[in-house]
């Protein structure tokens, strides 16, 4: 069987941001986002956002303690 691609919940994210092109599947815009956390890590594409990755990382780990 071929693979499917869920439209719906795929995303692109472009590094650098001024890379950014549409890429369309099936006559469907595939959305293009600036950011998205996947297993609680934040990644972005705009330069800079430390601050907020290392607090999406050690927000978890808190409620450990």
């Known amino acids: 069987t071929d693979p499917k691609i869920n439209i719906g919940k795929t995303k692109i994210l ?3 941001p001024s890379s950014r092109r549409l890429l369309e599947i099936d006559s469907q815009y595939i959305e293009l986002v ?5 297993l609680g890590f ?3 594409a705009a ?4 601050d907020e990755d290392i607090e999406v ?9």
């Open 14 to 16: 472009s590094l650098p």
């Open 47 to 50: 330069l800079g956002g430390t």
């Open 34 to 38: 600036e950011s998205f956390t996947y």
């Open 42 to 44: 934040k990644f972005a």
């Open 57 to 65: 990382l050690i927000r978890p780990s808190v409620h450990l303690v």
